[in-house]
């Protein structure tokens, strides 16, 4: 991102997540997030034999999500190549909670029901939202299902372009579109 008003600056940190969607041949889906955490100096670390030399990984963290066309999950897995303590590989087991569960609304909150807190990791709960909105961009256009059409009640109202009342909305998903005056909100 250009600087709007040039400023010297050091880099200290560098977090890079990747995300990748992969049609199986067996027809299921993976959908793979990985999350790195680099520093551009030595952090000291008990843990890691003293410190973390700069540029080697402090996190590198993975998790893999196999579902089908529904987007019902049917294998998790996560792994922990890179944590600060030794302890944080040994939850990732707690991942296949997930297993059997479907994304889609609601599912934000039972992830964090299953595995918040202590029942989780909190760099690999950070992906789990980043690997939900994957999973819908692998699956449309190419799944069997018109999944733009099936997403829609994941998406409406989520943002600006998925406004009920929007032009995208009325154009690409009709039968959903409200004119903003019928729109009611709850509560009101």
């Known amino acids: 991102m250009p600087l709007s008003k ?3 600056r050091m880099l200290h940190h560098q977090r890079v997540v990747r995300c990748h969607g992969y049609l199986r041949e067996d027809g299921d889906w993976d959908i793979e997030a990985r999350m790195t955490d680099t520093k551009s100096h030595n952090v000291d670390n008990p843990e890691r034999g003293g410190y973390v030399p700069a540029g080697e990984p402090f996190h590198d963290l993975s998790i ?5 066309n529904t987007l019902l999950i049917r294998e998790v897995e996560a792994s922990i190549d890179y944590a600060p303590f030794k302890i ?3 939850i990732i087991s707690a991942f296949k909670k997930l297993e059997g569960s479907r994304i889609g609304p609601g599912w934000q909150l039972l992830c964090r029901d299953r595995l918040g807190g202590v029942q989780g990791c909190t760099h690999l709960n950070e992906l789990l939202p980043v690997l ?3 999973a819908i961009q692998t699956l449309w256009p190419n799944s069997d299902k018109d999944v733009l059409s099936e ?7 989520s943002c600006h372009s998925w406004s009920q009342s929007g032009s995208m909305v009325k154009r690409y998903l009709p039968n959903h579109y409200q004119p903003e005056n019928l729109i009611t909100v709850s509560g009101a």
């Open 6 to 8: 040039p400023v010297k």
């Open 64 to 68: 893999r999500l196999t579902m089908d």
């Open 88 to 90: 944080c590989s040994g």
């Open 132 to 134: 939900a909105t994957t």
């Open 151 to 157: 997403g829609a009640r994941l998406m409406l109202n």
